[in-house]
């Protein structure tokens, strides 16, 4: 691994607003669903070597011991098949609504079960 890696990344923040009436999911705004392989394919004819990404949590983590990593799985295959070196971010901003927030005394736990 080189000293310096030049890396960018897709934003995964998903935090909730209006005091959790309403959701806001960065790859949503940005369309990273819709177009997932190009942003990954543009990042690769960049040059970039590494890409911190990560799924979004409140879409993974559907509740205590029950997850759904087919768009991870997918996600991944790509950047590994692309030759970028994946920096996963299990959690960047914002968590599932059933959790509540992260001053939820069981989140620890509950996200050592996820990661």
């Known amino acids: 691994m080189p000293r310096f ?6 934003e995964n923040s998903s935090p909730t ?3 959790g009436r309403r ?12 177009l997932w392989r190009e942003d990954f394919a543009l990042a ?5 070597g590494a890409f911190r990404y990560g799924p979004p949590l ?3 983590f559907m509740s205590p011991d029950r ?8 996600a991944f295959a790509e950047l590994n098949k ?3 070196v994946p920096i996963a971010d299990l959690c960047h901003f ?19 079960s996820y990661a």
């Open 23 to 34: 959701r806001v999911d960065q790859m949503a705004s940005c369309r990273h669903y819709e």
């Open 82 to 84: 692309l030759g970028l």
């Open 67 to 74: 997850f759904d990593w087919e768009f991870a799985d997918l």
């Open 17 to 19: 607003v209006d005091n």
């Open 44 to 48: 690769k004819e960049l040059g970039v």
């Open 58 to 60: 409140y879409k993974t």
């Open 94 to 112: 914002g968590v599932p609504s059933w959790v509540g927030d992260f001053q939820n005394p069981d989140f620890p736990d509950l996200f050592a």
């Open 5 to 10: 890696l030049f890396a960018t990344g897709i």
